[in-house]
């Protein structure tokens, strides 16, 4: 079974502008939820996808938006880049919304310049 | 609020030498916790969890863990360390279905 994918994996943006990650969940898989990873601030939540809803929600201003469709992928929107959303977001799929055991894509690399 | 700990920013062991990484957690209710690795340049791979029933878990590469109720840890124990485990290791803990809260992690060197 293939695992968790995101594209692209390495970005460049200029600040004021905006971006689209991907995430494609392991087959079968209906929860995704996305991450964002810095050396400074470790490994933050940035909310959680079920059957296209959104179950919860991190601590993000509303620059940061995701959603999901009906075949389980997902999408995180950032929008007016600064450079301090530089950083790698991660991607997990889980079966069911209890999220016991979470798989990890490898990850997108957001550097704003 | 929810929170996890992870109080060794790095811990440094000999190959073959049992480790340890130290994990405690504060919620209110009943906590689901979890151990992934990081290995360089890769997301995050599940190790072990802790949800109900015994308290000392099992996981992928020899790892194992602890839960303990009254000292709210969940530390990660390994009895003979490789090389090979040299990787960032994170704690996580949830409390139902609600997000998942990482501890800051804590890197492991194994010398040869």
């Known amino acids: 079974k293939a695992g968790v994918t995101q594209t692209p994996r390495y970005l460049i943006k200029t600040r004021g502008q905006q971006v689209t990650l991907s995430c494609s969940p392991i087959s079968g898989h209906r929860s995704v939820s996305w991450y964002q990873q810095t050396p400074g601030q470790g490994l933050q939540f940035l909310f959680e996808y079920f059957s296209e809803t959104q179950r919860n929600k991190g601590n993000f201003p509303g620059r940061f938006s995701g959603r999901q469709f009906s075949n389980s992928r997902s999408e995180m929107n950032v929008s007016t880049l600064e450079l301090g959303d530089s950083a790698l977001y991660l991607c997990?799929?889980?079966?069911?919304?209890?999220?016991?055991?979470?798989?990890f894509g490898p990850g997108t690399r957001l550097t704003v310049t | 609020a929810q929170s996890v700990a992870q109080p060794e920013d790095q811990v440094n062991v000999a190959e073959g030498n049992p480790l340890t990484v130290k994990c405690t957690y504060s919620?209110?209710?009943?906590?689901?916790l979890f151990w992934y690795v990081q290995y360089p340049n890769r997301g995050l791979q599940f190790l072990l969890k802790?949800?109900?029933?015994?308290?000392l878990v099992k996981g992928s590469y020899g790892f194992e863990a602890e839960f303990n109720k009254s000292q709210t840890s969940f530390h990660l124990k390994k009895p003979s360390a490789l090389v090979s485990d040299s990787a960032l290791y994170f704690c996580?803990?949830?409390?139902?279905?609600?997000?998942?809260?990482f501890g800051t992690g804590t890197r492991l060197q194994v010398f040869p």
């Open positions: 997990a799929s889980s079966p069911d919304k209890t999220n016991y055991e979470q798989y």
């Open positions: 996580a803990v949830r409390v139902n279905t609600d997000k998942l809260i």
């Open positions: 802790y949800i109900t029933g015994d308290n």
């Open positions: 919620v209110s209710g009943n906590p689901y």
